[in-house]
Nanobody
Framework: QVQLAESGGGLVSTGNSLRLSCAAS????????VGWFRQAPGKEREFVAQ????????YYADSVRGRFTISRGNTRNTVYLQMNSLKPEDTAVYYC??????????????????WGQGTQVTVSS
């Protein structure tokens, strides 16, 4: 059974950084497209970042471009989301998702096959 697990969330002050991890079990990301989404209280889930695991196709939401970086880990079952210069509006539950095929186009949330349970990120002002 394929599972995704996020970790690395927490409470930080404005301007600080966090690194989220997404770990896959039961399968590796070697031929996958991995995305990060977030959902703030009372709001819909929104796209944050996406990468094709083999590289070459990376997308970011305008609200995080230049501050967040999605990247591969040292093992084929880990993807990171480095979040710098955090703002209170970044407060949300962050989810990783995987589509178990490589793609070069931006995916909608409905096109992902697997989702993690989420990790809370809270940025205080």
């Amino acid at each position: 059974q394929v599972q995704l697990a996020e970790s690395g969330g927490g409470l930080v002050s404005t301007g600080n950084s966090l690194r989220l991890s997404c770990a896959a079990s039961g399968r590796t990301f070697s031929s996958a497209t991995v995305g990060w989404f977030r959902q703030a209280p009372g709001k819909e889930r929104e796209f944050v970042a996406q990468m094709s695991y083999t590289g070459g196709s990376t997308y970011y939401a305008d609200s995080v471009r230049g501050r967040f970086t999605i990247s591969r880990g040292n093992t084929r079952n880990t993807v990171y989301l480095q979040m710098n210069s955090l703002k209170p509006e970044d407060t949300a539950v962050y989810y990783c998702a995987a589509r178990w095929r490589l793609t070069t186009v931006l995916l909608s949330s409905t096109q992902y096959d697997s989702w993690g349970q989420g990790t809370q990120v809270t940025v205080s002002s």
